[in-house]
């Protein structure tokens, strides 16, 4: 996988048709964040759920928000 980290894009797959997306992570924000996008490929959403470690690299787990 590429680099993660904060105020950065960092890359994620979608749950859904596997396509590589990227999602802006604020790191003013919140150390866990979560929340849906949709795919710019397949338009289904993806929940996100972001997580900033203590040295501001960045971890993401993508689910399928529902079986669409
Ligand atoms: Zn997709």
Redesign the pocket.
């Given at each position: 996988m590429d680099e993660f980290g904060i105020n950065q894009e960092n890359p994620y797959d979608?749950a859904?048709?596997g396509?590589e997306n990227s999602v802006f992570v604020d790191g003013s924000g919140a150390r866990v964040q979560q929340f849906t996008e949709d795919?710019t490929?397949?338009c289904?959403p993806n929940l996100l759920k972001l997580t900033i470690e203590r040295d501001d690299s960045v971890n993401i787990d993508v689910e399928r928000e529902y079986d669409a």
């Open positions: 979608c859904f048709c396509e795919c490929v397949c289904r």
